[in-house]
């Protein structure tokens, strides 16, 4: 059960795009389509925002988007905005009903 | 709405116990697996646990695995994490989540607590 891997930080200015790698093992990641990603505000619980490597739960802004290679999975904001400002946390399905979160990867909107 | 209303956090010394809440509402408790999420001060999110709807299947992370236990309370729409031989490194925000899916666990986490703060410290 470790962690996941993601960069620490990544920025972008308003209207481009970024996008967050997590990088996992064959026993995890690269095993189940069960990735998800959350988006955490400062002081604030996470939220939901894609489940299932790609599926954004209803309400969320399809400028938010994931995908998957291999043992890693991706996370796309397009069109950022001052409010995507926040870290954000993926996490997979690591078998033997076991769930295991990316260290975290804290987005600046410059 | 659906509302996850965590409590009993507080300062605990190392060694000791300490049980924490979480009260549901807005929602068929019941119908749903719920797990324990934790975040230790300035540091990313851990996986706790898991517990399944009707009570009988638990699952842990190996860190707290033989130390805590998840259980609930499906007449009161009350979740617990029972804590036992509490570590510095235990010191944490302690969020409980609820599942996404209804009956199988599913393992995404649609709506969270506001989370409770655990210091453990002599």
């Known amino acids: 059960q470790s962690a996941l891997t993601q960069p620490a930080s990544v920025s972008g200015s308003p209207g481009q795009s970024i996008t967050i790698s997590c990088t996992g093992t064959?026993?995890?990641?690269?095993?189940?389509?069960?990735v998800s990603w959350y988006q955490q505000h400062p002081g604030k619980a996470p939220k939901l925002m894609i489940s299932?490597?790609?599926k954004r739960p209803s309400g969320v802004s399809n400028r938010f988007s994931g995908s998957k290679s291999g043992n890693t999975a991706s996370l796309t904001i397009s069109g950022l905005q001052a409010e995507d400002e926040a870290d954000y946390y993926c996490?997979?399905?690591?078998?033997?009903?076991?769930?295991?979160f990316g260290g975290g990867t804290k987005l600046t909107v410059l | 709405q659906v509302q996850l209303v965590e409590s009993g956090g507080g300062v605990v010394q190392p060694g000791r116990s300490l049980r924490l809440s979480c009260a549901a509402s807005?929602?068929?408790?019941?119908?749903?697996?719920m797990h324990w999420v934790r975040q230790a001060p300035g540091k990313g999110l851990e996986w706790v646990g898991v517990?399944?709807?009707?009570?009988?299947?638990?699952y842990y992370a190996d860190s707290v695995k033989g130390r805590f236990t998840i259980s609930r309370d499906n007449s009161k729409n009350t979740l617990y994490l029972q804590m036992n031989t509490l570590r510095a490194e235990d010191t944490a925000v302690y969020y409980c989540?609820?599942?996404?899916?209804?009956?199988?666990?599913?393992?995404?986490?649609?709506?969270w607590g506001q989370g409770i703060l655990v210091t453990v410290s002599s």
């Open positions: 299932d490597v790609s």
């Open positions: 517990l399944s709807h009707d009570g009988i299947n638990k």
């Open positions: 064959s026993s995890d990641v690269g095993s189940y389509k069960l």
């Open positions: 989540a609820k599942d996404s899916t209804s009956g199988p666990i599913g393992g995404d986490l649609d709506c």
């Open positions: 996490y997979s399905y690591a078998g033997s009903s076991t769930w295991v």
């Open positions: 807005g929602f068929t408790f019941n119908s749903y697996g």
